[in-house]
Nanobody
């Protein structure tokens, strides 16, 4: 069974940077595409797509709201996917979740992922 464990969240000031990580275990990491999603602490706010990376790492995709500020990457030797977040804004405050999909390419749709982590809180103060 695949397990995903996020780490690296915290409280930061606006305009600064943070890198969060997600360690994958249980299956062959290289067979999975990975995604990052987030859910803001607001009533009715659904989990939204942030970024995805293909099984090879060659293809990435970003939400418009983070394009140019966030970078997704993967280290197959460490079975880990990262999300480098630069120029953070208060509206980036959310619980960030990583997800794994048994498909060569990621997706923007949460239901198309097979496994999820428990999430890590990122809070950006103004």
């Amino acid at each position: 069974q695949v397990q995903l464990v996020e780490s690296g969240g915290g409280l930061v000031q606006a305009s600064t940077s943070l890198r969060i990580s997600c360690m994958f275990s249980g299956r062959a990491f290289v067979s999975y595409s990975l995604g990052w999603f987030r859910q803001a602490p607001k009533p009715g706010k659904e989990r939204e797509f942030v970024a995805a990376i293909s099984f090879s790492g060659a293809t990435t995709e970003y939400a418009d709201s983070v394009k140019g500020r966030f970078t997704i990457s993967r280290d197959d030797a460490k079975n880990t996917v990262y999300l480098q977040m630069n120029n953070l804004k208060p509206e980036d405050t959310a619980v960030y979740y990583c997800a794994a999909r048994a498909n060569p390419y990621g997706s923007t749709v949460p239901d198309e992922y097979d496994y999820w982590g428990q999430g890590t809180q990122v809070t950006v103060s103004s």
